[in-house]
């Protein structure tokens, strides 16, 4: 059973790889191709079924993909758009479960507790896809940053109005006040408890002052910050993106260099196998969603599909433009602050209302039987439109979107953004030479430190500086050619790894001495823009 276990997911894995040559080669968000070929894969008799557990995503999954993003988050671009991404994320989902509901009770005759859970299981959006386009389109940084920021807090929202549901179909009782009192608890606990775990962490891998460790640390830090409040009831999706967003800010300060050289790359590589792998799993659940709803009629199920994607798409377009707008017109000093942007950015986000993998998680945690011991109310329905509003947004919305982005006349519109923030970035890494070069004057006075070991260093850093500014130089040779600069450069350090192995095969030089200049190489290469 291992063996075949072991199988499975190396194959899986291999199939991962496969994909994303395809997509890369396309030009397509890889999580798109994973599910339709997952599809596909499903639909092959003979082959096995590969059956998803909730538990996996929830407990195992979703908290190393939310702490990751959370830090990866900038605090300063987060708490600027605070607003903006509350909307979203709060009242937007609440919004979408309403509207979600309505049309189940209305339109399909669903009970409300019924139709009021799958509207949240349906209603956080999945922000990978969108962003994965948005970030190659080069939409404005303000834009990005609230997709960023919507797909953090959304699955919050979602997974305790799930709970919510769950419990008052299971049970029979519900009471709006309680639910409300509850919830501001939660929100308030997790705060709080993910910042405790974000401050313990920091000081943990202070005091090991080791790579290694700090990263084993780091991997454990938003599975200490998630399962303690699902296990009292919460969802641990606030507390996860509290401490990662806590280290994130105050990580700088604490962890070690050679940490974060080391936990970047592992991490880039951890999320890239959890998500690829997840998105793979998702399509293959087709066939044994298929083999549950056989005893619905084809046209109820197509009209139910229709009709609940329906509702998704368009509850978040009735959402977004009037909380884009409203406030800004209602209340001055936002208006002072914050001004209109053109319709074009509400609508675009608007269009980025895919699904994913959460919402199909929570379909499958639903619990076959109530508290009585009946069988849980179309359960198997609600499973089946909710892979259904995944597979069309995901696809058809993510493959749209690319067309909508350059209709809307927004390709490449940050373009202007980046380079400004590119000359920022310039004349910081400049400060930072100079600073360092004012304190090599200090340390010699201070140390009476020899002449020629000063003369040395301060070359080095002269040097530094010299490469920052012809980078920086608009009107230079290199800000008018950077395309050609960069070709350039990696055709040097191409030169220069070639020369490199050659000495090392030779004989001439040790392999520890070699590991040494590769890694400044590697760095040097990573500093060029990909």
Known sequence: MMSSTIQVLVVLLAVVAAVAVVANRLKVPPSILLVLTGVVIALIPGLPTVELAPELVLLL??????????????????????RPITLLAVGGVVFTTLAVAAAA?????????????????VSPPDAIAPLSIARRMELPRRL???LEGEALANDATALILYRFAVGAIAVGVFSFTEAAGIFAAIVAGEILWGVGVGWLMLRLRRWVKDPLIEIVLSVLTPFLAFWPPVHLGGSGVLATVTAGLYVSYHGPRLIN????????????????VLEGMVFLITGLQARTILSRIGYYPLSQLALSALVITAAVIVARFVWIFPTAYLPRWLVPPIRRRDPSPPWQWPFVLAFTGVRGIVSLAAALAI?????????????????FLTFSVILVTLVGQGLLLPWVIRRLGLAHAGRREREVNRAEELKARAEAVQAAAERLDQLAEERNLPAEVIEVVRAQHQDRLQHI?????????????????EEVERLLIHAERTRINDLFRGGKLKDEARRRIEREL????????K
């Open 469 to 485: 500014e012809d980078r920086s130089a608009g009107d230079g040779v290199i800000g008018k050619h950077s395309d050609l600069h």
């Open 105 to 121: 009770h209305w339109v399909m005759d669903l009970a409300w507790p019924v139709g009021f859970l799958l509207g949240a299981i």
């Open 367 to 383: 619990p076959f039987l109530t508290a009585s011991g009946a069988p849980f109310p179309s359960r198997d329905l609600i499973l």
């Open 522 to 529: 590697d760095l040097r290469e990573a500093e060029l823009p």
């Open 61 to 82: 999954i979703l908290p190393p993909v939310i702490y990751n993003s959370a830090f990866l988050m900038s605090w300063r671009e987060f708490q600027f758009n605070l």
């Open 144 to 146: 990005l940053v609230i």
């Open 257 to 272: 260099p050679r940490t974060r050289l080391q936990g970047i790359f592992f991490w880039e590589f951890f999320i890239y």
